[in-house]
């Protein structure tokens, strides 16, 4: 069978355009699997917050049996906490600007959090009380996961930022619409290190 020159260019530019549609589907599903590792570290912090914020009332209701004329603490922590559980984002159109309120809500109730366990030693009793060591053991489980939470995340955002500003990825993802996604950033002052007095 002889096939003329037609035939042999026909036949090679189909083979070059299956090379390239299949090279294309890959990188395609590249992105995609990248940015569903994204979202599904972004869901797993989520969690943690959420673990954080479903602790809080049992920890301000404990502490308040012992202390009870902390009300000013107790109420900045269940305020800190209502502002943060009310910033929801979605992390596949965040805008610095997002990121950087919804952190400040979580750094907020953070420090509301450590204003409340620095105000319990000087309540003995709530120290020595099982359910509220129990409820601090808890908490303080849960920051570690938020913490290792945030690096995982970050860590996902950068892999996939890398992916979508790298040539010729650039190209198929500004094509198909994938754009760059915003991380966690040190909080301002992140570097000084706390004044402590004595």
Known sequence: MNLSRTQIGLIAVILFL?????????????????????????SDLQSAYQRRADLIPNLVATVKGYAKHESETLEGVVAARA??????????????????????????????????????ENYPDLKAAENFSQLQAQLE???????????LYNEQVRTYNIMVRSFPMNLLAGFFGFQQKQGFAASEGAQNAPTVQF
């Open 141 to 151: 489980g849960t920051e570690n996961r938020i913490n290792e939470g945030r690096k």
């Open 18 to 42: 299956l090379s390239l549609g299949g090279c294309t589907v890959s990188k395609y599903n590249g992105l995609v699997q990248q940015d569903e590792a994204v979202t599904r570290s972004w």
């Open 83 to 120: 502002k943060a559980t009310q910033i929801t984002i979605d992390p596949s159109k965040a805008t610095p600007e997002q990121m950087t309120a919804f952190q400040k809500s979580q750094g907020e109730l953070s420090q509301a959090l450590g204003r409340l366990l620095a105000v319990t």
